[in-house]
């Protein structure tokens, strides 16, 4: 949540900082839609340009797994 704060209070640099620690954080509770959804999350507020995004690689592989078109098609416009 800090991490989005940060970004759409113009804080990039810091949300760039805090995403990754958010989505490590997610992987160590297990909670694989959360990393994807905050993932998402990421690239949409920072762009998948950023360094913290790469590219939104893992969100795209999962959502690809899932079938999830929409979230892939989110991605994308991002």
Known sequence: MEAGLAALDGRLDQA???YPVAID???T???NLDVVLTE???VHLLGSDHSAAAGGEEAKYIFTQ???VPYLAKLEVD
Do not use: F, Q
Request: proline residues 0%.
């Open 66 to 68: 899932l079938g999830a």
């Open 16 to 18: 760039g900082d805090l």
């Open 40 to 42: 998402l999350e990421l």
């Open 25 to 27: 954080a997610w992987r």
């Open 29 to 31: 509770l297990n909670g």
